[in-house]
């Protein structure tokens, strides 16, 4: 006789393991609770981990949207390898699940000092960034499976609700290390201690979670194996934090190539300074003495030399400066007071507004000694006034009336702003950016724009000059030698410097000479009007080294002769600054 066949099973399945019911010390229910309390911690500091990585690799490499994509999609395809290898260890999950979360502890709280290390010390960091996403990504992956065969041991329930109650607190524990992240960790300890007292964290949740909770289900040797393991984690974490200081200082040396004499966080970047100190250190034009020149760094990428910024100062507000009033002038960014003391040294102007999104950089300008000296106390000068804004929206606020007032006209804008390759400047070489900046702009007025180097990011610069066409500007492109900042490689490691360029090295054409040694690089710049011009010096213009109308015409042919066409304008939606 043919037996029936019995029916299939119904509710949760068995996994292959037999999962038999946990021995607590605890009732089920509090059981239950601590492991949900558990992955509340491991998930806040599992984003922690990523939101660290992301930001410390823009800053060191730049370009915060590649950064996030590799960092996101390396780490999302490595937890699912993790997933797949916790697999063999939900047999014995405690034990697994404490050598996963004491190993997550080590590697994601010194992943910033290792990352740090690698940019300061070997020149490159993205390898370490890569290995660290696998490596955190694998070890976060394999956290859910072991948790949810512990959540079953305490109590069973069926598989939907189970999930449901993990992921419930997964989520919300990833809603708060988002927030901690930038509004905690970030300011009060930095990227090194924020990252190792993450760290830490981790260790002590997800130790005490199996060393205590789940105590019984370990063997001696495991449970021994697992506590020296959480100890020696917790040890090298606290011995990180302790040395943090000393060795930011020592990579801060390695990067910079001598001790910072100023090293700030403003709460938008970290500005370092160098040199800048003593006789002669303090400008770079002929002066002679022992101290260093003072080199600006913001986020680690070179923005001021005293041995060269004269050059970029002159060659980017003295051609604005011709071809009409300059009673008003508008500065977008220019923190560092340079700009403005160049467009001080016109007896003719009566008003300088400065707009800074940096208050703790303008503040440096005002009383460092070195950077004051530099800039000739620009911004204590009673025409300066100084406004703390985004330059985006300030534009945005100024263009209409406001009160019944007409909108402020502004004789020159310049516009001295980071290189539109980084990935937080696009919107301010954007059209919708010069069309704001338009709408203040007097009548025959002009703007001049930093557009980044013309020869080595070619496509960038004439997308600028593309842009500012768009709204309606007659452009006027020129370019004068000296050295640029790469954002894509640190604080100028890849890129020959070259020496100070003397007056008169120029060629018999007008055109200015290469320097000495080193290979040559440009800075890139636009003049813009709603009528043709030229590129010019102004008849009221102070003695300047390097701008004169013979160097400007050679400065321009030689932009000119470069010109891409056919670029389309870049936009907030669609930014056109990706090499």
């Known amino acids: 006789m043919i037996e029936p066949p019995e029916p299939a099973p119904t509710g949760v399945l068995d996994p292959p393991e037999d999962i038999k019911p946990a021995r607590l010390p605890v009732p089920c229910g509090l059981g239950r609770v601590l492991v949900l309390a558990v992955v509340f911690v491991c998930a806040a500091c599992g984003l922690v981990y990523e939101l660290e990585l992301v930001a410390l690799a823009t800053y060191l490499v730049g370009d915060s949207v590649t950064q996030a994509s590799v960092v996101l999609s390396v780490m999302v395809f490595a937890m699912g390898i993790g997933a797949l290898l916790a697999k063999r260890l939900r047999c014995r999950a405690a034990v697994g699940f404490g050598a996963v979360e004491a190993g997550l502890a080590l590697v994601g709280g010194t992943s910033a000092m290792a990352l740090y290390a690698a940019f300061a010390w070997l020149g490159q960091s993205r390898s370490a960034l890569i290995g660290f996403s696998l490596a955190i990504g694998v070890l976060i992956g394999a956290e859910v499976p072991l948790l949810m065969t512990l959540i079953q041991r305490v109590r069973r329930q069926d598989a939907g609700g189970a ?58 040797r495991a449970r021994w194996a697992l506590l020296t393991a959480n100890v020696v984690v917790l040890a090298l974490l606290v011995a990180g934090a302790v040395l943090a200081t000393p060795f930011e200082r020592a990579a801060r040396k390695a990067v910079y190539g001598s001790a910072a004499r100023v090293a700030v966080q403003t709460g938008v970047q970290e500005v370092v300074m160098t040199g800048g100190t003593g006789a002669g250190a303090r400008a770079g034009r002929g002066r002679k003495g022992s101290g260093r020149p003072l080199a600006l760094y913001l ?11 004269f050059r970029y100062h002159e060659a980017l507000v003295h051609p604005a400066m011709a071809g009409g009033p300059h009673a008003r002038v508008l500065v977008l960014g220019g ?37 004051s000296a530099l800039n000739r106390h620009s911004l204590s000068d009673p025409r300066v006034r100084t406004v703390t804004a985004d330059a985006f929206t300030w534009l945005r606020e100024q263009g209409g009336a406001r009160g019944g007032r007409a909108a402020p006209r502004y004789d020159v804008i310049v516009s001295d702003l980071p290189d539109p390759g980084i990935t937080a400047s696009t919107k301010l070489y954007s059209q919708e950016f010069y069309g704001l900046a338009v709408r203040v702009l007097a009548a025959d007025g002009r703007l001049v724009v930093h557009a980044g180097p013309p020869v080595a990011r070619r496509r960038s610069f004439w997308t600028v000059e593309a842009t500012l066409r768009s709204v309606g500007l007659r452009t006027a492109p020129y370019r004068f030698p000296g050295r640029f900042t790469d954002f894509s490689g640190g604080p100028d490691r890849a890129v020959g410097l070259i020496g100070p360029l003397a007056p008169e090295a120029s060629t018999a054409g007008g055109a200015l000479a290469a320097p000495a040694t080193g290979p040559i690089q440009h800075w890139g710049f636009l003049l813009a009007a709603r009528r043709p011009l030229r590129p010019d010096v102004a008849p009221d213009a102070p003695p300047l080294a390097t701008v004169t109308p013979t160097t400007l015409r050679a400065a321009e042919r030689q932009a000119v002769r470069d010109r891409i066409t056919g670029l389309l304008p870049s936009t907030l939606m669609h930014p056109r600054y990706r090499q």
Do not use: H, I, K
């Open 299 to 309: 986020d680690g990428r070179l923005r001021v030399s005293a041995d060269t910024e």
């Open 335 to 371: 923190g560092d007071g340079l700009a403005v003391r160049e467009v001080l040294r016109y007896r003719s102007v009566r008003s300088v507004t400065v707009v800074e999104l940096d208050p703790g950089l303008m503040r440096l300008a005002r009383t460092d000694p070195g950077l």
């Open 163 to 220: 999930v449901a109650d993990l992921f419930a607190a997964d989520y919300v524990g990833a809603l708060v290390g988002g927030l901690a992240f930038p509004f905690l960790l970030l300011p009060c300890l930095g990227q090194l201690t924020g990252a190792l007292v993450t760290g830490g964290v981790n260790a002590v949740a997800g130790g005490a979670l199996v060393l205590w909770l789940f105590r019984r289900d370990l063997t001696r």
